[in-house]
């Protein structure tokens, strides 16, 4: 039987946990170093462990792994595995008398700055090696300077779940969508933090191969078929209905993911085939600093909401929260900010003839970009997409209303028709009903094989956002031969669609990038 857990031991006892619905037991003591306690935990090497091991769901402690410590409500410090114990040094500020809150978050870095921190937030995203099992624990005693023994019990915030995968692609790993990928904890004095799990569904990486594996996945309420694909973005398919998670749970059953769908990808210039990304572009601030990640679904964007209305000056946004329509910096731009601006002026971003972008989008680190290399299509790239490729279906383009979302599907070069009958293809001037999808037909009969969806996102101009629902422009990585204060894009409305529009730089638009 799979087993997740933890042993750890003081001096005078020796607790055991066999499954994630367990809890640990950890007990540690302390000494006075200026003013910062050294905290060290006795952890035996026996028995169960805590990073599982992807392909036989063992865990256990190893060199290296963290455990993040919390006293009144703040962060106070860092423990660290040497090989046998937890070791590290906690400063606290406040009186003697709260309780000591211990933090496993599966060696997941941070996404916020740790002094000072009140709450910290972790992607689980990448689980092909060490699985990121997430537990918490508030000390048995209260904090006492003069105390140098404490004892704590972690209570783990996730669960131990099988797939049965069976992937074409045997070297690359294999993505699960539809899956909570982030936990939040704030920290609180005297309790051990409130976890809140975000219910905007996205995805785990697992272990490349065949067989059995198993995931740590975050509370969520019982899903539908999903969608599923290999890596190297070669494979797509689905993955089978995920019952509901819970704290603790160790569900067993194994859950079925296809992934054998072969893409031929989308032929974007003679003899050059690339591959789209999973979704829109993304900036997300979270008070200290930005992240970039593609967006959870096809169909997803921000709209007229944060911080797309909340944009400032240079990479400032007013109200932190996710940036997806972004301006075009030009190489002779005096701002290197990703057009994350509300300036209105084109000269801010550039006024040269034919530039190359100052920076490209695709050269950001994406937390979920599947360590590809990922750049932003040219305007010549564009039209050949929409134009000049000639798939055997004749297929290659289609309006479309996915899930009450209105935009464009971009369907590859193999393309069969019997995946899914679209009608008025290739069409400029169709309106956007002509193909109206269900979610669940667009995930087991497009998505699944290879279909693309750009969404009508809309445009911005400063900080206000326009057409959400009704317009869709997509930025080239080409600025204009001959209007030094426009770049290229692909834009779309119910009427019309133009591979090769231009207009100016200032204005926010989407970004899909392309990768080989």
Avoid at 196 to 204: F, I, L, M, P
């Amino acid at each position: 039987m799979k087993k997740l857990g933890i042993i750890l031991m003081s001096a005078l006892m020796l607790v055991g946990m066999s499954q994630c619905k367990k809890n640990n037991e950890l007990a540690s003591t302390n000494s006075i170093v200026g003013g910062t306690r050294t905290i060290t935990l006795k952890v035996s090497d026996d028995g169960s462990k805590v990073s599982v091991n992807p392909n036989t769901g063992a865990v256990g402690f190893t060199s290296g792994d963290v455990i993040y410590v919390a006293y009144n409500g703040v962060y106070a410090g860092t423990l660290t595995h040497d090989g046998s114990d937890f070791t590290g040094p906690i400063t606290t500020s406040a009186a003697d008398g709260a309780k000591l809150t211990f933090y496993f978050l599966g060696n997941k870095t941070p996404n916020e700055t740790l002094s000072g921190a009140t709450s910290l937030s972790v992607s689980i995203f990448d689980q092909t090696e060490n699985y990121p099992v997430i537990s918490a624990g508030l000390s048995n005693e209260d904090y006492d300077s003069s105390v140098d023994t404490y004892t704590a019990t972690l209570n783990n915030h996730c669960a131990l779940v099988k797939f049965n995968i069976t992937n074409s692609s045997q070297y690359a790993p294999t993505i699960i969508t539809g899956v909570n990928d982030k936990v939040t904890v704030t920290f609180a004095a005297g309790a051990a933090g409130t976890f809140a799990n975000s219910q905007d569904r996205g995805a785990v990486k697992l272990a490349s191969g065949n067989g059995e594996r198993w995931a740590i996945c975050l509370p969520q309420e019982a899903s539908g078929i999903g969608a599923a694909y290999s890596e190297d973005l070669r494979y797509n398919g689905t993955h089978g209905s995920i019952p509901t998670v819970m704290d603790n749970g160790y569900l067993t059953n194994g859950i079925d993911v296809t992934v054998s769908n072969a893409l031929s990808g989308f032929t974007v210039a003679s003899g050059t085939v690339r591959f789209f990304a999973p979704g829109n572009l993304q900036a997300t601030y979270n008070g200290s600093n930005w992240t970039w990640a593609f967006a959870k679904n096809q169909y997803d964007y921000v709209g007229n909401a944060t911080a797309n209305t909340a944009v400032n000056g240079s990479m400032s946004v007013s109200t932190n929260g996710t940036v997806d329509l972004f301006g075009f910096n030009g190489a002779s731009s005096s701002l290197d900010n990703y057009g994350i601006n509300n300036s209105t002026d084109n000269a801010d971003y550039g006024a040269t003839l034919s530039e190359t972008l100052k920076s490209d989008w695709g050269n950001n680190t994406i937390t979920n970009g599947y360590g590809k290399t990922w750049s932003t299509p040219t305007t010549g790239q564009w039209k050949y997409v929409f134009d000049s490729r000639t798939p055997s279906s004749g297929v290659k383009y289609a309006k479309a209303q996915v899930g009450g979302k209105n935009g464009v599907i971009l369907v590859p070069d193999d393309w069969s028709t019997s995946y899914y009958t679209l009608t008025s293809t290739n069409t400029a001037n169709a309106n956007y009903t002509t193909n109206v999808i269900s979610l669940a037909d667009w995930t087991a009969c497009l998505e699944a094989n290879g279909a693309v969806f750009l969404p009508a996102a809309g445009y911005r101009d400063g900080a206000s956002v326009y057409g959400v629902g009704s317009y869709g422009y997509y930025w080239s990585s080409t600025a204009h031969s001959s209007s030094a204060t426009s770049a290229y894009y692909v834009y779309f409305y119910s009427s019309t669609l133009n591979p090769q529009g231009y207009d100016n730089r200032y204005r926010g638009r989407s970004v899909r990038l392309v990768a080989e």
